[in-house]
Antibody
Framework: QVQLAESGGGVVRPGRSLRLSCAAS????????MYWVRQAPGKGLEWVAL????????YYAGSVKGRFSISRDNSKNTLYLQMNSLTFEDTAVYFC??????????WGHGTLVTVSS | EIVLTQSPATLSLFVGERVTLSCRAS??????LVWYRQKPGQAPSLLVY???NRATGTPARFSGSGSGTDFTLTISRLEPEDFAVYYC?????????FGGGTKVEIK
């Protein structure tokens, strides 16, 4: 059974850093591109970052480029999101997810990041 | 990146009504579009893939159509569990952008 379990969320002050993790199980993690998607309170879905299956390609949303860094450890089946210089606008639930040719489409339950002074 | 525009932003409807949601892409994405339904406090759940194919478990009252730049999701008769937010997402190219969502609320 596929499982994606995000962790690392919490309350953090503006300008500080946080690292999210997503532990994957039940599938061949090293074969899939992985995504971080966030959702601010009461707002829509926003893709944040993605990494290719081997980590060689990475893309970032303009709103986080230069501040966030996505990485993966295929030996540990874990995806990461290093978030630096956090702002109030980064407050959101962060989901890790992956999808491919149907029927592959899986999301974690999300972890809440609250940036507050 | 490809921009997806969903309309309307909000719909207020009764149980049993028919509803059509729209998603327009800023450039051609062939049929590489999916629809999600998201209920409060939950992750999105896949409804339709490749624009018109129902995912396993998606009730037959849901149907997707379109290709190129214009897509629709139709719910033939709204059930109570359908009052939620619906998102389209394109998978034609990276990054995999989302539409802004359409909220279907009970009237």
């Amino acid at each position: 059974q596929v499982q994606l379990a995000e962790s690392g969320g919490g309350v953090v002050r503006p300008g500080r850093s946080l690292r999210l993790s997503c532990a994957a199980s039940g599938f061949s993690f090293r074969e899939y591109a992985m995504y971080w998607v966030r959702q601010a309170p009461g707002k829509g879905l926003e893709w944040v970052a993605l990494t290719s299956y081997d980590g060689s390609q990475k893309y970032y949303a303009g709103s986080v480029k230069g501040r966030f860094s996505i990485s993966r450890d295929n030996s540990k089946n874990t995806l990461y999101l290093q978030m630096n210089s956090l702002t109030f606008e980064d407050t959101a639930v962060y989901f890790c997810a992956f999808w491919s040719v149907y029927p592959i489409d899986h999301w974690g339950h999300g972890t809440l990041v609250t940036v507050s002074s | 990146e490809i921009v997806l525009t969903q309309s309307p932003a909000t719909l207020s409807l009764f149980v049993g009504e028919r509803v059509t949601l729209s998603c327009r892409a800023s450039q051609n994405i062939d049929s590489h579009l999916v629809w999600y339904r998201q209920k409060p406090g939950q992750a999105p759940s896949l409804l339709v893939y490749d624009a018109s194919n129902r995912a396993t478990g998606t009730p037959a009252r849901f149907s997707g159509s379109g290709s190129g730049t214009d897509f629709t999701l139709t719910i033939s008769r709204l059930e109570p569990e359908d009052f939620a937010v619906y998102y389209c997402q394109q998978r034609f190219t990276w990054p995999p952008t989302f539409g802004g969502g359409t909220k279907v609320e009970i009237k």
